[in-house]
């Protein structure tokens, strides 16, 4: 699960606390709680999430290696590792190791061909840590166009 | 009672020129029907009459002529034919004085816009060409090349650009924008009625149809008939349960 799920998990565990009221609760800039939670790529930095981890009442560290595993590492993986049909190995958060090839993939789910009779469909944001782990990687045609692309606010910044 | 038509003209204070313009006749018709020496042809009496704001019957066929004036003489019709009449020469017009203007000096050629050079850059790349070739087809190079002659240029790359056939564009595949994947999924499942295994993230289990779905939820109805939505955010993983274990309704 990247830093920016777990912060709305965290949230809705809060009983669904506004990211204003946390922005006015901690001393976050405007508007960079919400680029945490919807923004694919790492954002932030230890301050902040040093912050934040104070004010859920988290271990700094268990946010701080969430940091390193953003959606868009997984998106890179799942796009290589579907072009190769080389199998993906999956770490969930309920514990279960899941390895399959991938046979699609978006924006919530992805379906992991495990070898059984049918495929199991996984919620991205359940996905701890995976491997291989495949740093910018993918179809090279698309890896410029993927970088900004399918970040689909990213010029919605809240004033 | 009709009056002389000079009589009638100077009471309009208008000259003969002026009538004769007026009415569209030769001056010298109206002096000859003024001076008497014609009667006024019924045909020109109606224009007559009109030029002068006056009735018909106002003009006189015959008038009288002016007191004291001279009778008209006709020129007397030459025998032969005259002598050639020198017309002298209007003097030949002044030499203009030259203006201080400055004479135009031809203005150097205009260099191409950048964005034209760029643009030509553009083109170059589209059709597979460098500039030495392009200069080698021309026969000159860019260089001496203006504005205007650039421009002709690149309209003719431009049109060259459109006849050649574009390879299809690749476009990124980007399934993180969108969740047409899961909804299609989802979607086949509903209409089979195919019985789904939900793992939760508290470790519990799920088993049911599924009944309808959001980007946000899924909901199904349990095999005891309870209709149960789960958030997604609730779901770490879901499969399908072989038909073979579907229960019978």
């Not at chain 2, 260089?143 to 002709?152: E, G, K, Y």
């Amino acid at each position: 699960m990247s830093l920016g799920d777990y912060l709305r998990l965290l949230r809705a565990k809060r009983q669904g606390i506004t990211p204003w009221e946390i922005e006015a609760a901690t001393e976050l800039p405007k508007g960079l709680y919400r680029q945490l939670e919807q923004r694919y790529r790492a954002m932030g930095d230890d301050d902040v999430i040093r912050m934040l981890a104070d004010f859920y009442g988290v271990p700094f560290a268990e946010l701080r290696w969430r940091f390193d595993w953003p959606r868009k590492a997984l998106s890179r993986t799942l796009m290589a590792m579907s072009l190769r049909q080389e199998p993906l190995t999956l770490h969930l958060w309920n514990g279960q190791v899941v390895t399959g090839t991938v046979m699609w993939w978006d924006l919530g789910a992805l379906a992991l061909d495990v070898g059984a009779e049918e495929p199991l469909i996984v919620q991205r944001h359940a996905v701890e840590r995976w491997s291989p782990r495949l740093p910018n990687v993918g179809h090279p045609a698309d890896e410029a166009d993927a970088d900004d692309a399918d970040d689909p606010d990213e010029d919605e910044i809240e004033e | 009672m009709a009056e002389n038509l000079w009589a009638l003209r100077e009471q309009k204070r208008i000259s003969v020129a002026a009538l004769a313009n007026r009415a569209g006749l030769p001056i010298g018709l109206i002096m000859e029907y003024e001076s008497g020496q014609r009667s006024i042809d019924p045909r020109h009496l109606s224009r007559l009459a009109r030029a002068l704001y006056v009735e018909e019957s106002t003009i006189k066929l015959q008038s009288d002529p002016r007191p004291g004036a001279a009778p008209l003489e006709r020129q007397p019709v030459r025998e032969t034919p005259p002598a050639p009449v020198t017309i002298p020469k209007p003097p030949a017009p002044r030499p203009r004085e030259k203006s201080a203007r400055p004479k135009p000096v031809p203005r150097p050629p205009v260099p191409p816009r950048p964005s034209q050079l760029a643009h030509l850059d553009n083109l170059l790349k589209r059709i597979k060409k460098t500039t030495a070739e392009l200069e080698a087809e021309l026969g000159k190079p860019l260089s001496s090349l203006d504005r205007s002659a650039f421009s002709t240029l690149l309209k003719d790359l431009q049109a060259r650009v459109q006849a050649t056939p574009m390879p299809a564009r690749h476009r990124a595949y980007l399934p993180e924008a969108v969740d047409e994947f899961e909804a299609r999924y989802l979607t086949a499942a509903q209409e089979h009625r195919d019985l789904l295994h939900f793992t939760l993230f508290d470790g519990s289990t799920v088993d049911g149809v599924v009944v309808g779905f959001s980007p946000y939820s899924i909901t199904v109805e349990t095999p005891d008939g309870a209709e149960v939505t789960v958030n997604k955010l609730a779901i770490v993983c879901y499969t399908r349960r072989p038909r073979r274990q579907e229960p019978t309704p």
